[in-house]
């Protein structure tokens, strides 16, 4: 059981249509119930639902993200992209970035650093993703990796404030594994170490779901979770949260 105000972002990936809203409606009556005191729920739907969830949720205290956006902060020839303005006037207040299946595909460290600048100057709060492979963790190097992840990602931005740090080893994201809990405790310990005065808030992705949420949340240092496919269930979502507080 925790008491802390913790964060439960449902990241939907490329999953949904119109047609997903109606089964928001437990959601939503859950997020207004005593049941969840001190918790934020955060959408990210994708960018085609993020209008509509915005309209949906207007009269509850669920929030909305991107899951991820361009890195130029003016309107341009960038053909099929949006940028953290556009994201802005639809109604998102969160935007994911430096998602491992992004890094996957070509974007760098210096490239999430420009979209996280330009993110906070829309006024958006971003939600960082670190993390390492299963090959760099068994050669020793994940706090190697980590470091340079956010040396490099979080350059030249004094203020932290509207930055939350999701740990997500890549080796653990849909293969239903996820580190030992000292290991986490340890790796959670060390990101927030890297911050002189207050840490951002960190939380924890990869496989999060309502089996392996009792072990998850007795680690102390956590603020909250980055949940994938399972947020695409109300059922399991809620369940997630429930557990996190019983």
């Known amino acids: 059981m925790t008491n802390k ?3 439960f972002v449902a990241n939907w990936k490329m999953f949904g249509n119109l047609k ?18 001190k918790g934020r729920l955060i959408y990210c739907p ?14 509850c205290l669920i929030d ?40 996957k595909k ?10 996280i600048k330009n993110s906070i100057k829309a006024k958006l709060k971003v939600i960082f993703c ?25 350059n030249k931005i004094k203020k932290k404030s509207n930055i939350l740090i999701a740990y997500e080893p890549v080796w653990s994201i849909g293969t239903g594994n996820i580190p030992k809990p000292k290991e986490l405790e340890q790796t959670v310990n ?19 779901n309502p089996q392996n949420i009792s072990d998850l949340k007795k680690i102390n240092n956590l603020d909250g979770f980055l949940i ?10 809620i369940d997630i949260v429930k557990k996190t507080y019983n």
Not at 76 to 88: A, D, E, Q, V, Y
Not at 130 to 154: A, H, N, P, V, Y
Not at 228 to 237: I, R, V
């Open 5 to 7: 105000y913790m964060y």
């Open 20 to 37: 997903s809203i109606n089964t928001l409606d437990k959601v939503i009556k859950f997020s207004k119930s005593k049941e969840i005191k």
């Open 46 to 59: 994708p960018f085609t639902l993020i209008a509509a969830f915005f309209k949906k949720f207007q009269n």
């Open 64 to 103: 909305i993200g991107a899951q991820n956006c361009h890195e130029s902060e003016d309107y341009g020839p960038h053909t099929g992209f949006i940028n953290s303005r556009m994201l802005k006037s639809v109604g998102a207040n969160y935007v994911i970035l430096g998602h491992s299946e992004n890094r």
């Open 106 to 115: 070509g974007e760098t460290d210096k490239l999430i650093n420009l979209k």
């Open 130 to 154: 670190i993390g390492e492979t299963l090959t760099e963790k068994k050669r020793g190097k994940t706090r190697l990796i980590l470091s340079r992840q956010i040396r490099l990602g979080l």
């Open 190 to 208: 060390f990101i927030k170490k890297k911050f002189k005065g207050k840490s951002p808030k960190i939380l924890y992705g990869g496989s999060v």
């Open 228 to 237: 994938g496919g399972a947020s695409q269930s109300p059922k399991k979502f």
